[in-house]
């Protein structure tokens, strides 16, 4: 019986195209879309048991004070325009990644809570008499008559640029909240005290940190699998970050300066308790050594068209990143299993192979491929 070769054709289409010890971008995609279903599904479960409130029922209104500071309502006004925005935020994203099931739902949810924020600040302005009904209704003619656009067209940097938009939000809430309180280091801010507010400033901040660690896993799950990518995209959104709707919002010089010097929020407090938060929370030393891993990284072609980098394993914390990245997983696979996902669609973590690792010396850079750059 003569032996049957398969035609070399077969054999040349199955030979896979990239590296075999690397994974493929579809095979990435796939881990990154399986992680990120995961987190949405973990992460609308914890909303409804843990932060179900409402913007009408969940406060006291008619207990709210009536004679803030023309600063406070200047703040108050300010927050309400920028979150009023929600349902262009959330349709401008939404067309970006309406492929990926994980992160479209998200955004519907996101969005669901965006919106009720912006209920909340006006309720707050309206309740505290601030402005009248006749007014925010005016007011709000005028804002949606722009419309919202994302500042980029790509899902990665939506995302990057979201991260640090929501961490920068809920600093400026519990800024807030400490005039609220009383705690406020600015005389002019002093005498504002109402525990409405306060409440309003805490519900509302903590939504900010919900929104901030689900954004904040999404982009570690980035980093994870496609790192050169994703630090180049947290480089160029630093560079031009503003906040949402500056543009938009008629009367944005007045509500900023009213943020500024009352201590909420300005250029040193995105520098030191966003950048610096969002950079230890992704093991980024510093800006200067994101840049410079940018810059000194050699991009490598192999053999197989596959490309490496390699000095950019010197600009953050690799094994912080893969130890949360797992971490992430044990969390999901915990939620699936009490539903029994596990029996059905279980998740898996899986290495990315070009990820240096102590136990793995094969993937490891190479002190030759570290050397001239
Ligand atoms: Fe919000
Ligand atoms: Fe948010």
Redesign the pocket.
Known sequence: MPEIIPPASIIEDARPATNPRLLSNPEKDRLIERGFLGLYRWYVARSQETRNWNADKSFEWRKIRTDFNPEVTTILEGFFAVEQYAPDFTSSILNMVRRSHGRSHFTLRWGS??ERHADTWENAVLFSRGRTAKQLEEYKYLLRSSQWESPWDSALYNLIYTVFQ?RA?QLNYLNLRKVAMGKSEKPHLQGNEDPVLAHVCQMIAV??AA?YNFFLECARLMLYYYPEETLEAIRDVIVHFTMPAYNLVPDWDKFFEAVYKGGIYGPRDFQRDVVQVVFKNLGIASRKALEEGIRRTRLVPTEAGVIRGTAIWDSFDYGLVEGDVRRLYGRVQEYEKGIGFDTVDPIEFHKNPLWPDETNTENTPLESEKAGD
């Open positions: 809570e965006e929501e939000t939504d900010e929104h």
